[in-house]
């Protein structure tokens, strides 16, 4: 019994190393989507800079440095944790029928997606890793991490919370499609509300009263926004626990929305001559 | 000339009606497009908050600047860039050979060939929101025919820099996600050329055309206007759009169809 199961588990560790090799094929495509992440937090630092040699400039507790971290860390965190599976699931499975050759496969639809999508963020988090790395090299003083283990090692399993939350949203994004003919429209209009309050533009703690309380209340801050503050060491160790708390708060939320959209869109979907 | 110009128009119908078959579609486009534009208002708003000027820039010019950008993006999203997008999806598919075969400059109907009218809405919303700005403060001609004229230079500018740019997929067809890039790397024209040059030189000259694509008109309007930004930006736009021209004349003798 033990060993059909350790079968069954290889598959996944073939099929995320196949789709590891595809993106070596694709290396050149998949370093410009890297590219995207790259540049709107530069543009944003290089923004931020020039905001620091303003005398007037009023900005709470953040130094230079930890504002430099946090959008250099923001390049990993972009390219690490903003999953983009949904448009395979809405437009080649869903819309063009691709959904068809899943479901009669002996594999969950779900996990199937996740090794998918899996080495595509391990390799563009791994060039952010480099990029990060790279600039702590050239500008030493600039960056300020945490040095706690414990802040380290509780922050590496809020990344991973992050992770799902932000796999789980995209999915049930992508199931979107059973109902919307064309899911363009909200797909956009979802981007902006994660760019707007995941903390992409600036730490949340810049924003307008309002807003950031906004922010804090939505899951998307919990994807990008508090794995950075986490890294930086701006948290206590309660308050870390309490951030995981929350994001598995999220996890059980979508991860119920997703079973019962994915139950219902089944019962929906027809894929003609596949 | 004569000819192209009633291509043109034929074009122009031919996209509406495509808009009129495929509705919802439009729709899609047009709640796309208002909220990039909404965002792009809201995010200079929220960045600028704390700051009452910026690289010499008041937190009102840069407001003007944005509303700006929302008009020159949204002419350029109108007219250009969904070409773009087709462009480098075109040649990875290997369909170029059809568009090359016709009688007609290749160039003129890559570029020219779809009309994406959805965009017409940042246009309106971002000349709404100067009006806005101005609050009744009159603009004399000289100011509202440089500031078209401005415009009208950069958006050349802008399209040689992405016709360039795209044409390299004519060797690398599997970039085609290049037009992705292209669209955030121009969000560099949303902020104060000043911002690029404070940083560092070297990063301002690598930028130097997409900084004066938004600014220069911007000046204009805001008074701040100097003959050489005039005159650079003309000169720019000219070289730029020969250039694009001859570097296409250029990758087609390398272009190798799909059945080569």
């Known amino acids: 019994m033990s060993s059909r199961k350790n079968v069954h588990n290889m598959r996944y560790v073939r099929m995320f190393l196949l789709q590891f090799q595809e993106i070596m094929v694709q290396r050149a495509r998949s370093f410009v989507w890297f590219l995207l992440s790259l540049l709107n937090p530069l543009l944003l630092l290089i923004f931020w800079s020039g905001v620091y040699q303003q005398k007037h400039a009023f900005l709470s507790d953040w130094s230079i440095a930890t504002v430099t971290s946090y959008y250099l860390l923001l390049i990993i965190a972009s390219s690490l944790l903003i999953v983009h599976i949904e448009e395979t699931v809405a437009i080649i499975d869903i819309r063009e029928g691709g959904l068809v050759k899943h479901l009669t496969r002996p594999f969950s639809y779900f996990w199937l997606m996740f090794i998918n999508e899996l080495p595509w963020r391990v390799f563009q988090g791994a060039l952010g890793i480099f990029v990060f790395l790279l600039f702590s090299l050239l500008f030493k003083s600039f960056v300020q991490l945490s040095h706690d283990p414990a802040t380290l090692i509780v922050s590496f399993l809020i990344i991973i919370l992050a992770y799902m939350i932000s796999f789980i949203f995209k999915m049930i994004l992508g199931l979107s499609a059973f109902w919307f003919t064309d899911f363009w429209g909200l797909q956009q209009l979802v981007e902006v509300v994660i760019l707007s309050f995941a903390g992409f533009l600036m730490p949340l703690e810049f924003y307008p009263k309002l807003i950031e309380q906004i922010a804090y209340a939505l899951p998307f801050s919990y994807i990008i926004y508090y794995p950075i503050i986490a890294i930086q060491g701006k948290l206590l160790l309660p308050q870390l626990f309490q951030v995981m708390g929350i994001q598995l708060m999220w996890i059980i939320v979508f991860a119920v929305i997703y079973k019962y959209l994915w139950r219902k869109g089944i019962e929906k979907f027809v894929g003609v001559g596949q | ?260």
């Not at chain 2, 599997?174 to 030189?201: A, C, D, H, K």
């Open chain 2, 1 to 260: 000339m004569k000819r192209y110009v009633k291509i043109y128009i034929r074009l122009l119908h031919l996209n509406f009606s495509s808009l009129l078959a495929y509705r919802a579609n439009f729709v899609n486009s047009l709640i796309s497009s208002s909220v990039w534009g909404g965002f792009s208002i809201i995010s200079i708003l929220l960045l600028t908050s704390r700051s009452s000027s910026l690289f010499g820039w008041s937190r009102h010019d840069i407001i003007f600047l944005t509303c700006s950008y929302s008009i020159i993006i949204g002419i350029f999203h109108t007219f250009f860039s969904r070409n773009f997008e087709h462009f480098s999806r075109v040649v990875d598919l290997g369909e170029l050979d059809t568009l090359l075969i016709k009688p007609i400059d290749s160039q003129f109907f890559i570029s020219l060939r779809y009309i994406n009218y959805a965009s017409i809405i940042r246009i309106v919303v971002g000349f709404f929101l100067v009006g806005y700005l101005l609050k009744g403060e009159a603009l004399s001609f000289v100011q509202l025919f440089g500031y078209g004229t401005m415009m009208f230079f950069g958006l050349i500018t802008l399209y040689a820099l992405w016709y360039i740019i795209t044409s390299f997929t004519i060797w690398l067809s599997r970039l085609s996600n290049i037009v992705e890039f292209l669209f955030t790397i121009t969000n560099v024209s949303r902020f104060p050329p000043q911002m690029y040059r404070e940083f560092s030189w070297y990063v301002f000259l690598f930028l130097f055309p997409l900084t004066l694509i938004i600014a220069t008109p911007t000046k204009f309007l805001i008074n701040k206007i100097d003959f050489p930004d005039v005159l650079i930006l003309i000169i720019t736009a000219s070289v730029l759009f020969i250039v694009s021209r001859f570097f296409w004349k250029l990758a087609l003798r390398f272009y190798t169809s799909a059945s080569s």
